[in-house]
């Protein structure tokens, strides 16, 4: 298995050219920035974890939740684990009845997931470095975007509302 490098939310933010829901990892280093496009749901359960908001029903991410504690699971960590064709893909690792599942998962929902079990997001470093290579003008544009990220204030981030 790739080296695996333990990242947080930095935070959730629309792209100003898109309009496009964006969550942002980064490492504890602050080394990595890690922005994934998520879509317009998902982006909001990931908002309604960060920001502690309690849904008067499950939404689907409580949903899956509530059914691996009924199933006496535990969500043990989720890995971004491949990039192909400029598309995230991860997995969610399930103990349950001694059993280790790998569940495939969109980025997006293994995120919320986290965020609702407490689970550790870790992203494989190969992905890490296939995605500092995903930029049409090379270097330049991934040394930009890193500082943007550095220099963005907490009030930047966080701020995604539906």
């Known amino acids: 298995m790739n080296d695996l490098v ?18 942002v ?4 280093d ?7 496009w998520v879509g317009i749901f998902e982006a909001n ?27 006496e699971g535990e969500v043990t960590r989720v890995v971004i684990n491949d990039l192909r064709d400029s598309t995230f893909f991860a997995q969610i690792r399930i103990l349950v009845g001694g059993k280790t599942l790998e569940v495939d998962a ?5 995120i919320a997931l986290a965020l609702r079990t407490e689970a550790p997001i870790y992203v ?9 290579t995903i ?13 943007w ?7 930047e981030m966080g701020k995604y509302k539906m």
């Open 6 to 23: 333990s990242m947080t939310i930095k935070g959730l933010m629309l792209d100003p050219v898109s309009n496009s829901p964006i969550v």
């Open 25 to 28: 990892l980064k490492d504890d």
């Open 30 to 36: 602050e080394k990595f920035f890690l922005p994934i």
């Open 45 to 71: 359960a990931i908002a309604l974890q960060l920001e502690n908001i309690t849904t008067p029903r499950p939404m689907t991410h409580d949903l899956l939740r509530n059914m691996i504690n009924e199933l």
């Open 106 to 110: 969109r980025p997006s929902d293994a």
């Open 124 to 132: 494989a470093q190969s992905v890490l470095d296939q995605a500092q």
């Open 135 to 147: 930029s049409p003008d090379g270097e330049d544009q991934d040394e930009k975007m890193k500082k």
């Open 149 to 155: 990220f550095e220099n963005l204030e907490p009030d």
